[in-house]
C-alpha cells in the first residue's frame, strides 16, 4: 500500500463531504431522509472501523456503545429535561465511562475471547435498560418528545426535526468523524495501531505500551459509536432496547467488512449499500434477508477484503 | 344549464385573435402544467392510498400475515361498497421486520415516497413508539391496532390513533371483576419480564383491589428463560388463581411444567390468549390448559350466538369455526387481535368521509374529524361489537370476552360492558398543535 499525500487524501474526503452537502439539494425527499440516517449510522460503523478495521479487534459487543449515547442523550432530555447540546455531552461522556470499563475489563483477552466478552458485556447491558425498564421504558423504548428536540443559539433555534437542520447536522458530525478519523489513522498513533493488528509482540518488543495504546483506541471508538447513537436520539426522537441487542453489535461488523475494513470510507459504503439493498429488496419480497445473505456471499467470494479494500488493493493503493 | 345573460353567454361576445391568442396561450399552459392535471385527477378518482406497516418478518411475522389477510378482505369489502368518498383504496405494503428502526424509516418511505394518505395496521408496541415520531414529524396519521396502552397514555403525538382496539390497561381492568366473583381473589401473577408483562404487574393490582381481590405475589420470568420449573416453588400455597400472560415460543414448555408441578390439583387458570395466537390450543403439551380460562379480544372460535356480523366478518377474512385458515386446519389465526384491522379501516372510512377527505392536504382535517368521532355501533363495520371512542386519548373502548377450554375448544363464557373497561384520561392530545 502506497501513501497518499496529506493534499490528496484530504481532498477526497473534502471532497465526498461537498458530495453529500450537494446531494442534500437534489435527492428526492424520501432519499433525502434515509442518508441522514445512514450518516449517523455510517458513524456506528466508522467507530467500529477504528477498533476492527485499524487494531484488528473483533469486538461483538459494540451495540451497548451505541446504545450508551443512545440512553445517555435521551435520558437526559426525557428524564432531566436537558438541552439538546448538553444530551449530546451526556450521550458522549456514557460512552466514555462505558468503553473505558468496558476497554480495562475485555482487553485481557484476545481474539476469541474478546468477542466472547464483549458480546457477554452487551448482553449485560442490554438485560440491564430492561431490568431498569422504569426509567429506560424497557423493551419498549421512549420517544423523545418533539418539542425538546430544538437546537438554540441564543435568539435563533434550530429544529432537529426539520429535515434540512437534521440532514446538515448529520453531515456535520459524519464530517467531523470522518476527518477525526483520517487524521487519527494518518498519524503516529494510528500506525502503532496497525502495528499492533500486524504484531503485538513484535509492536511490544518495539517498546510501544500496546495495552494503553489499544485502551485508548476502546475509548476513541466507544466515543464515535455513542456520538452516533446520541445523534439518533436528537436526531430521529427514540431511544429503545432493540438498539442495544446483539442485532445492533452485527451490523457495524456487516457495514465495516462490506465497505471495507481499515479504510476511512469504507463504513459509509458499506452501511450506503446495505441500506438500499435492504431498501429496494424489502420491496419485492419478504425474503429479502436472503438476498442481503446471498450479497454478502458474493461480496466475500469476490471483493474479500470490501468494496473499498478491494479497490485500494486493485487499483489505487494510497487510499487511505 | 344555459345562461343567456351571464358569463356562458358565448354568443353575445366577439372573438377578437388577442382574446383567441390569449386562450390558446392558457390552454397551452394548462396542458403543460401535468402536475396541476393530476392533482385534478388525484381529489376525483385516483385511490386512497394506505400504507400498511407490516410486521412481516421479525418476532410478529405471525401476527402480521394474518393482519394482512384482515386487511385485504376489508379493503375488499370497502372498495366493493363503493369506496371512501367515492374512491377506491389501494394498500401498499411496507415490512418493518418488527424494529422500530426500520419502522421508523417505513413510516419515512410512505410519507415521502409513497406519498400515503395515511399509515395503519402496527402491532408491536416498540415499533409504533419508535415510529411515532416519524409520523409526527411527517404529520402523517397513523392508525395502529396494536392493543398497548402507549397511545392512550398520551406520549406519543396527535397523529397517533388506536380506534379499532382496546388497550391493555382497559383490557385488565375489564377481566378483575370477573376473576374476582369466578376464579378467586388471592391471585398469583406470572408474567415475561418485560414491558408486556409490566402493563399485567401494573394494572391488575389495584383492579383486582378494587372488586375485592388481592395480588398475592407476582413472579417475573426472565425473557431468556426456557425452563421454568424453579419459580414454581415461589407461588404461594393459598393461591386460588394464576394469572399468566407468558408469551413466545417458550409458552409450550411454560404450560408442560406448570402441569408437570401441579398435577391434576391446580389452582384455577386465568391467562391472555396473546400467549397462544396463532398456535393451536390442541397442540401436545397444552392438555393441562382444559377448563382455565382466557382473554380474547375477538372470539377465535365460532360461537354459537354469533352475530350475522361476526358470520359474515368471519366468512370474509377466511377463517373457519375453529379459527384457522379455510381449508388449512393448522393455519391458525390470531383472531384476538386481528378484527381492530378490520374495525380500523371501517373508523378511517368514516373520518375521511366526514372530513370531505380529498388528500395529503387533508390530513389535519383527518386528524380532527377522527378526533371527534365517539361511538361505533356493532354491526358489519365493527362485528367484534360496539365501542366508545375518545377523541382526547385517541382510544377506543370496547367489550371482551371470556373463554374456558372446554372439549379443545374456546367458548365464551362471559362477555364485559363496555364500562368495565373505562378508567380516567392520562392527557389530552387535543391540546397540540397539527
Not at chain 1, 59 to 74: C, I, R
Not at chain 1, 142 to 160: D, I, K, N, Y
Not at chain 2, 82 to 101: A, F, L, M, S, Y
Not at chain 2, 272 to 290: H, Q, R
Amino acid at each position: 500500500m502506497s501513501e497518499a499525500s496529506p493534499v490528496k487524501a484530504y481532498a477526497l474526503h473534502l471532497g465526498v463531504v461537498g458530495l453529500l452537502f450537494v446531494l442534500s439539494f437534489l435527492l428526492p425527499e424520501y432519499y433525502h431522509g434515509l442518508l441522514a440516517r445512514i450518516m449517523v449510522l455510517a458513524v456506528f460503523a466508522m467507530g467500529y472501523n477504528m477498533l476492527f478495521g485499524y487494531v484488528g479487534l473483533l469486538s461483538l459487543g459494540h451495540a451497548m456503545f451505541f446504545a450508551a449515547g443512545l440512553y445517555g442523550a435521551g435520558l437526559a432530555v426525557i428524564q432531566l429535561g436537558w438541552s439538546v447540546p448538553a444530551a449530546f455531552a451526556a450521550g458522549l461522556a456514557c460512552g466514555v465511562v462505558v468503553s473505558l470499563v468496558i476497554g480495562l475489563l475485555a482487553l485481557r483477552t484476545t481474539g476469541v475471547a474478546f468477542m466472547i466478552v464483549t458480546m457477554m458485556f452487551a448482553q449485560v447491558f442490554y438485560l440491564l435498560i430492561l431490568y431498569f425498564a422504569t426509567w429506560t421504558g424497557g423493551d419498549q423504548g421512549m420517544v423523545v418528545p418533539q418539542p425538546a428536540r430544538v437546537l438554540s443559539f441564543g435568539a435563533t433555534s434550530l429544529e432537529l426535526t426539520n429535515p434540512t437542520v437534521r440532514y446538515m447536522t448529520a453531515l456535520a458530525l459524519f464530517s467531523i468523524v470522518l476527518l477525526v478519523t483520517l487524521a487519527i489513522v494518518r498519524s503516529r498513533y494510528g500506525r502503532v495501531l496497525v502495528a499492533i493488528r500486524e504484531n503485538e509482540e513484535r509492536t511490544k518488543m518495539l517498546g510501544y505500551d500496546t495495552f494503553s495504546n489499544k485502551l485508548a483506541a476502546v475509548v476513541i471508538s466507544g466515543i464515535i459509536c455513542a456520538a452516533s447513537g446520541a445523534a439518533y436520539a436528537l436526531l430521529f426522537g427514540y431511544v429503545g432496547s432493540s438498539f442495544a441487542s446483539v442485532q445492533y453489535s452485527i451490523l457495524p461488523l456487516l457495514w465495516v467488512l462490506l465497505g471495507g475494513a481499515a479504510t476511512t470510507l469504507g463504513p459509509l459504503i458499506g452501511t450506503l449499500f446495505m441500506y438500499y439493498v435492504i431498501d429496494i429488496t424489502s420491496g419485492y419480497t419478504s425474503a429479502y434477508l436472503l438476498i442481503v445473505g446471498i450479497a454478502l456471499i458474493l461480496l466475500v467470494l469476490f471483493f474479500p477484503k470490501g468494496i473499498l479494500g478491494s479497490i485500494r488493493q486493485r487499483w489505487l493503493g494510497w487510499l487511505p | 344549464m344555459t345562461d343567456k345573460n351571464g358569463f356562458f353567454d358565448l354568443s353575445r361576445s366577439t372573438l377578437t385573435r388577442r382574446t383567441a391568442l390569449k386562450g390558446l396561450a392558457a390552454g397551452a399552459g394548462l396542458g403543460l402544467a401535468p402536475g396541476f392535471v393530476r392533482y385534478s385527477q388525484a381529489q376525483s378518482s385516483a385511490p386512497i392510498k394506505i400504507g400498511f406497516q407490516s410486521h412481516r418478518t421479525g418476532i410478529g411475522a405471525a401476527y402480521g400475515r394474518w393482519y394482512e389477510k384482515t386487511t385485504a378482505a376489508a379493503v375488499k369489502a370497502i372498495n366493493a361498497a363503493g369506496g371512501i368518498n367515492g374512491r377506491q383504496v389501494e394498500v401498499i405494503i411496507e415490512d418493518d421486520g418488527t424494529d422500530p428502526g426500520r419502522g421508523a424509516e417505513v413510516v419515512g418511505k410512505f410519507a415521502t415516497q409513497h406519498k400515503t394518505d395515511i399509515v395503519f395496521g402496527t402491532l408491536f408496541s416498540h415499533v409504533v413508539i419508535g415510529s411515532a415520531p416519524a409520523a409526527g414529524e411527517n404529520k402523517m396519521p397513523y392508525f395502529v391496532v396494536s392493543e398497548g396502552h402507549h397511545v392512550a397514555s398520551t406520549k406519543l403525538n396527535r397523529y397517533v390513533f388506536q380506534p379499532g382496539i382496546t388497550d391493555v390497561k382497559s383490557q385488565i381492568q375489564s377481566m378483575a371483576p370477573w376473576i374476582a366473583a369466578n376464579a378467586g381473589k388471592k391471585v398469583t401473577q406470572i408474567f415475561p419480564d418485560f414491558a408486556f408483562g409490566y402493563d399485567h404487574r401494573d394494572y391488575l393490582p389495584p383492579a383486582l383491589k378494587a372488586q375485592g381481590g388481592e395480588v398475592i405475589a407476582q413472579i417475573a420470568i426472565p425473557p431468556t428463560e426456557s425452563s421454568f420449573t424453579k419459580y414454581f416453588p415461589q407461588i404461594p400455597a393459598e393461591t386460588e388463581v394464576i394469572y399468566h400472560v407468558m408469551v413466545g415460543p417458550a409458552v409450550l414448555t411454560f404450560v408442560k411444567e406448570l402441569g408437570e408441578f401441579y398435577g391434576s390439583n391446580r389452582p384455577q387458570l386465568f391467562g391472555f390468549i396473546d400467549s397462544l395466537e396463532a398456535t393451536d390450543i390442541n397442540s401436545p403439551g397444552l392438555e393441562f390448559l382444559d377448563g382455565s380460562h382466557f382473554w380474547e379480544g375477538s372470539p377465535r372460535y365460532a360461537q354459537a350466538d354469533d352475530s350475522e356480523a361476526q358470520k359474515a366478518y368471519r366468512a370474509a377474512v377466511g377463517i373457519d369455526d375453529n379459527g384457522a385458515a379455510v381449508g388449512d386446519p393448522k393455519d391458525v389465526s390470531t383472531a384476538a387481535h386481528m378484527f381492530g384491522c378490520w374495525e380500523t379501516l371501517y373508523v378511517v372510512k368514516k373520518a375521511m368521509e366526514d372530513a370531505g377527505y380529498k388528500g395529503p392536504e387533508d390530513r389535519a382535517k383527518l386528524v380532527e374529524a377522527t378526533e371527534a368521532l365517539t361511538e361505533f355501533a356493532e354491526g358489519p363495520e365493527h362485528p367484534q361489537g360496539p365501542k366508545t371512542f375518545n377523541g382526547k386519548i385517541h382510544q377506543c373502548f370496547g367489550i371482551q370476552n371470556i373463554s374456558k377450554i372446554e372439549g379443545g375448544k374456546l367458548k365464551v363464557v362471559h362477555k364485559t360492558k363496555i364500562e368495565d373497561g373505562l378508567y380516567e384520561a392520562e392527557g389530552d392530545y387535543t391540546t397540540q398543535a397539527l
